[in-house]
């Protein structure tokens, strides 16, 4: 249990912060978002009507449904898929929208000019464009103005009553810790978790040769949404061959993305050991309308891309840029894509990050490159998971993502590989070091598919001529 000093310094505790919506109500919410459950971070009459309560409990939280209260009975607020901060700036997000019940239904006033959708002001509670501001300058008062990026008719938004008597803010999280995981009793996927296993598993990586003589090192492409694990996923396989937990490439959790140059990156057995037979190659985190562009990916598999080349979301880089390798051969090519999702948000990926996912899927397709997904996370995504990362593969409610994942994407359950990284962790444990070797290992098998596939063509050639 968490205490929390109250304005008059009176203890109270979490036990007391009963949500004011009704079920019925959150159930209206949920339904706009998908496959989630509200949980309640902020209550006013709690931590106060203060910006500086509201920041402490809300910030780097995402997405959230703020909510607000008055005397003459109206339930009103706002939904952002982005975190809150302190930063003084917009914050673009085109899912935002806000919303008012009338009784137990909801309307809904989605954000006309997404750049501005949030404001992050340090003084009040949650900032809606300049539209609607609850717990505004420190005060339980609601600021109100029409048509500042949001449409809406104040009459029927809050009935014209800027008097707050409450204020909450929930955040909305996958449904995973929910019953419906069952401990099934025959794993979906046999997998042997003993120290040999590993051991097999590392020295089959860095035995590998790619099936090409011309090529040393197979390149692997990463691309998922932003904070889903990609830079991540890069450390933990480096860890696990260092022997001890390392950062090399920089990964956190933020909104926007903390890659944002073309890196590619190789890996040592060891300290002092040779370079590994597999390159990750990491690209800027995929944002619904920023990120890499579609003939930026085209380049990063034609192999045209200098490591550290920096994107320019909105200029594609040019071929008659001096950075461009005009001429790249095989091994500077991709020779596998993989998809980095974070199993805890795949019930609530939007649309639009759907349809990205499907638009690059396509371009990989036609290249003949071999395509598999890593769901990140799955200790977030399922209690008993966290509880022993064996149970992986006997977690219904894993399973069940990773067929989501499967239709979302667009790519066989076969190449759906759920992993969890190291991100607190100060020692390796065997079991999640099993689970990310296996990855490696079948990023290094669709590669020899990439080659056969490859010498097949060739062949068919020669045999033409």
Known sequence: ???????????????????????????????????VKLN?????????????????????KSPTVSVGYNNSGFVFGGYTSQSFSQSGQYVNDNHAFLFSFS????????????PYAVKMVSTCGPYFGEALVLANGNQPIVYS??????????????GNNLNMTECEVYQVEGKSNTPETVDLEKPWRVVTWESERKSEQMESIRTYRPLNSSVTQARVLLIGPVGAGKSSFFNSINSIFRGHVTSQAISGSCSTSLTTQFRTYSMK??????????????????EENVGPDIDDISNILKGHLPDRYQFNPSVPLQSEAHSFCKSPGL?????????????????IMSSKMEEKLKTIRRKVNSMGIPQLVLLTKVDEACSMVKEDITNVYRSSYIRDVVQEAATRVGVPLSCIIPVKNYSQELELDTNIDILLLSAAVQMLRFVDNFFDDLSDQLSSVTNMN
């Open 145 to 158: 103005s029409p048509g500042k990026y949001y449409n809406f008719n104040a009459a029927e938004l809050h």
């Open 331 to 347: 091994k500077d090519k991709i020779h596998c894509v993989t998809y980095v999702l974070d199993a805890s948000k795949i019930s």
């Open 269 to 286: 057995a060891g300290r002092e050991g040779k370079p590994l037979p597999l390159i990750l190659c990491d690209t800027m985190g995929l």
């Open 40 to 60: 309640l971070l902020y209550k006013a009459s709690i931590h106060g009507f203060t910006g500086a309560a509201f920041h402490q409990h809300c910030d780097n």
């Open 103 to 114: 009784g137990e239904k909801l309307k809904k006033y989605p954000v006309s000019n997404a």
């Open 1 to 35: 249990k968490f205490h929390s000093h109250d304005l008059d310094g009176s203890v109270t505790s979490s036990d007391q912060m009963n949500s004011k919506l009704t079920k019925t109500q959150q159930k209206a919410i949920c339904s706009q978002l998908g496959n």
